[in-house]
C-alpha cells in the first residue's frame, strides 16, 4: 500500500488474490516465496502518455494514455483497452492484476496487461473517436506487437474503436500485422464468437457450475447487469439454455420484463442506435424502468454482473441472498465488493470470481490470434464449442484445484491458487528476470 499510494482498486484486487495464498506455503515452499510475490505485484512496465485531439468543435483536448504491461511469463502480455472517465492507473493496475491469472486460467500461453484512457466516447462522434483512436496508437503502437502486447476491446471499446486502431497501427507500421489487436472485425482479420465469447463464456460456466448441484438453468429467473458486449451476450446464451433474463442495467438505471428481455430490442437500441436503456421500456409494453434503486433488489435464482467493477456491494447482496439467489457468477472484472463475496461464500451459493468465469473472452482472443497465424478462419459452430470446452476445463482446473489444497466447491480458492501456481511456476523457470 505505502509503495502504491492512493490504489484502492488495485490493493482489493492484489489482497483478494494474497488471501488465498496460505496453502500453497506447505506444497509449494518456491511459489511462496516473497521475491516471487513482490515481482507478481510489480507490473514489468507501466506507460503513461498524452493523447492530444481535435474535437469536432475545433477545440484541442487532452486525454491520458496508459499501457500496464503486468507479467509475461506465460507469453505476450495481452488484455483490453478501456474508454471510459472513471479510468486511472488504479483500476489499470487492478484489471492487469486480474488479466495475469486469468489468462493463466485459459491454459493459453498469453501473459497479461491493461490499458486504456479516461476518454468517454459516449456523445462523441464518429469522426472524434476515429481522431482520438489514432492519437492514442500513434504513442501506443511501439510498445504493440503480436509477440510482445496484444490488446483487446473493453469497457468503451468495441468494434468501431478497434478497427480505427488497427487502422493507424497498420499505417504506421506498414505491415498487416493481424495478430497484433483481437476483437476484430470478421472481414479484418477476426475470429467468430469473439463478440459473444465473454457472455457467453459466463453462462457456459455458471451451467458448469449448476450442475455440480444437479441443476440447470431451465426455468431459472436470471437478472444480468450492464447492457454491453458482454450482458448482451449472456442474455442471449441464457435464453439459449431455457432460462429467461427479466433484468438489466446501464449506468442510469435498470428495466425489469418479467415476459423476459427482448433481445433483438435490446441488440437494436444498444449496438444499433447506442441509446440509452430507458428506451427499452417506452418501446416494449410490460416493461419497467427504473431510474434509481437496484437491479439486485429484483427476485431472481441466478445473478451476472456484468457491467462494472464495485457495482455488487454488501447491501445487494443480502437483498440477493433475501430474495434466494442460487449462483452468482461474474461476467464483468471485480463487480462483487470483498464483503458481498464474503457474504456468498458463507452461505454456500454458488460464486465465481470473473478470473474464471469470464476468462471465455480473452480466451476466444488467443483463438482469433491462432487463427492469424495459420491463416486461417473457423466456422462459429467449431469456435464455439471450442469456447465451451475451454470454460469447461477452467471450471475442472477450479474445482479440481479447490479440493487439492483443503476448499473443495470453493471457486475463488481454486480459480487463485490454479492461476497463481501457473504464473510462479514459469517464472522461477525463467530466473530473476
Ligand atoms: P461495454 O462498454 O460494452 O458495456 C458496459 C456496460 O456496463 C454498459 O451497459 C454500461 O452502461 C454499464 N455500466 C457501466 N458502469 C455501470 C454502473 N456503474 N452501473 C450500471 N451499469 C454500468 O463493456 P463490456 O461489456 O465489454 O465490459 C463489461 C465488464 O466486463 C467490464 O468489467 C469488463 O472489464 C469486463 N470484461 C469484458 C470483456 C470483453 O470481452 N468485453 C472480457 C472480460 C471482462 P452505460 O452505457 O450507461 O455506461
Redesign the pocket.
Known sequence: IARNPGEAEFHQAVFEVMQSLSPIIGKFPAFAQWSIIKRLCEPERQIIFRVPWVADNGEIQINRGFRVEFNSALGPFKG?L?F?PSVNLSIIKF?GFEQVFKNALTGMPIGGGKGGSDFDP?GRSDGEVMRFCQSFMTELYRHLGEYTDVP???????GRELGYLFGQYKRITNRYESGVLT?KGLSWGGSKVRTE??GYGTVFFAQQMLATRGESFEGKKVLV???????IYAVEKVHQLGGTVIGC????G?IVDEAGLDLDLLKDL?EVRRA??SEYAEARPGARHIADGSLWDVPCQIALP????N?LPLDAAKSLLDNGVQLVAE?????CTPEAIDLFREASVLYAP?KAS??G??ATSALEMQQNASRDAWSFEDTEARLEQIMSDIHTRCVETAAEFGAPGDYVTGANLAGYIKVADAMVALGVI
Request: proline share 2%.
Open positions: 483490453g478501456r471510459h484489471l459516449k483487446a476491446g473493453d469497457i468503451g471499446v468495441g476483437g465469447a465473454t447487469s450492464g447492457s454491453g458486449n458482454v450482458a442495467s446501464d449506468s442510469n435498470y444498444k440509452r436503456l456484468c457491467a462494472t467493477h457495482e461476467g464483468a472484472n471485480m463487480p470473473g469470464n476468462a473472452g480473452v
